[in-house]
């Protein structure tokens, strides 16, 4: 029943691996997203795509590439993790249209611990 | 790039009290959002503004969105201990002719019963 599914919930790892982070989404919603959230809160956009295609990109490093199989999907793959990159990553849908774009169901979270 | 300053950053209130919280940006938009989150979770939109000046109540929320399109405030009353959590604004822009949502830096709410 859950609207935005991602796995998984925590994720402990060493610097220099590679992982992925999945994301699902059953409202039939266009748009998904990826955001990052630091040990401060400060909750930061990274990646859109609209029906499978990426429509913004916010100056990530290129280490992390997002991947839409099908719009219902977006998954996040991380190469050669850094300390920096722990943080709480959320993938979010929303419908498509101006006024409802801002809708953003938010999925809960996958906590990312770099060692 | 664009910025939203939330203020306070943290605060303590007595269950049953008014709160209040606001949220300033160096970039006007054209819709403001609250967000709330709960430990462990994602956010969820508490409620959304669309015009300059208008004033929209969610239960006990209220938000408004400012006359200049710069800043919004949230209003809480009497307050109760699940409205804990921390409480996001966040704005709406065109970017590239397709909509971005950018949120404020957050204000932590702890209530105390």
């Known amino acids: 029943d859950t609207a935005v599914s991602q796995t998984p919930k925590y994720l402990v790892t060493q610097m220099g691996n590679d992982k992925s982070i999945k994301c699902e989404q059953n409202?039939?919603?266009?748009?998904m997203y990826w955001y990052k959230q630091d040990s401060k809160k400060f909750l930061k956009i990274m990646f859109s795509?609209?029906?499978?295609?990426?429509?913004i990109n916010e100056t990530v490093p290129n280490r992390f590439s997002p991947k839409s199989p099908d719009k219902a999907h977006l998954n996040l793959h991380i190469n050669s993790l850094e300390l920096g990159d722990s943080a709480v990553y959320f993938c979010?849908?929303?419908?498509?249209?101006?006024?409802?774009?801002?809708?953003?169901?938010f999925g809960s979270g996958t906590q990312l611990s770099v060692l | 790039g664009q910025q939203l300053n939330q203020s306070p950053q943290s605060m303590f209130i007595q269950e049953g009290e008014d709160v209040s919280m606001n949220c300033t940006s160096s970039s006007i938009f054209n819709t403001w959002l609250w967000y709330k989150q709960d430990p462990g979770e994602g956010p969820v939109l508490l409620i959304a503004?669309?015009?300059?000046?208008e004033l929209t109540s969610n239960g006990r929320l209220t938000a408004q969105f400012g006359i200049t399109r710069k800043d919004s405030f949230l209003n809480i009353s009497a307050s109760i201990p699940s409205d804990v959590g921390i409480y996001f604004c966040?704005?709406?822009?065109?970017?590239?002719?397709?909509?971005?949502?950018?949120f404020g830096t957050g204000t932590k709410l702890q209530v105390i019963p």
């Open positions: 409202l039939g919603h266009d748009t």
């Open positions: 795509y609209n029906n499978k295609e990426l429509i």
């Open positions: 979010a849908s929303s419908p498509v249209g101006l006024t409802a774009s801002e809708k953003l169901f």
């Open positions: 503004l669309y015009k300059a000046g």
């Open positions: 966040a704005g709406r822009s065109n970017s590239g002719g397709y909509q971005k949502v950018t």
